[in-house]
Nanobody, 122 residues
Framework: QVQLVESGGGLVQPGGSLRLSCAAS????????MKWYRQAPGKEREWVASITSTTLTSYADSVKGRFTISRDNAKNTVYLQMNSLRPEDTAVYYC????????????????WGQGAQVTVSS
């Protein structure tokens, strides 16, 4: 059974830091691209950051220089270190695992966590 469980969310003041964790189970974690998305109230879900199986990283412009994504394949866990938080970072943050492979056609597996609330407010 595939599971992605986020933790580490909460309330933080502007300028503060939080670290989100996403613990994975039920699939071969090391072979998946891991991503973080977020969804603010009344807005569409947006991509935040990605890390490949070879630890190449990419970030949305809105978080570049402030957020860092990392993974620990031994612990089947992906992290999102969030620094210099702003009120506009307030959202539910979701962990996503994606892998595309080819057999006779391309197949994509995609799994989602339940989300973690991050609130940035004074």
């Amino acid at each position: 059974q595939v599971q992605l469980v986020e933790s580490g969310g909460g309330l933080v003041q502007p300028g503060g830091s939080l670290r989100l964790s996403c613990a994975a189970s039920g699939f071969t974690f090391s072979t998946y691209v891991m991503k973080w998305y977020r969804q603010a109230p009344g807005k569409e879900r947006e991509w935040v950051a990605s890390i490949t199986s070879t630890t190449l990283t990419s970030y949305a412009d809105s978080v570049k220089g402030r957020f860092t994504i990392s993974r620990d394949n031994a612990k089947n866990t992906v992290y999102l270190q969030m620094n210099s938080l702003r009120p506009e970072d307030t959202a539910v943050y979701y962990c996503n695992a994606v892998r595309t492979y080819y057999t006779t056609t391309y197949i994509t597996n995609s799994y989602w966590g339940q989300g973690a609330q991050v609130t940035v407010s004074s």
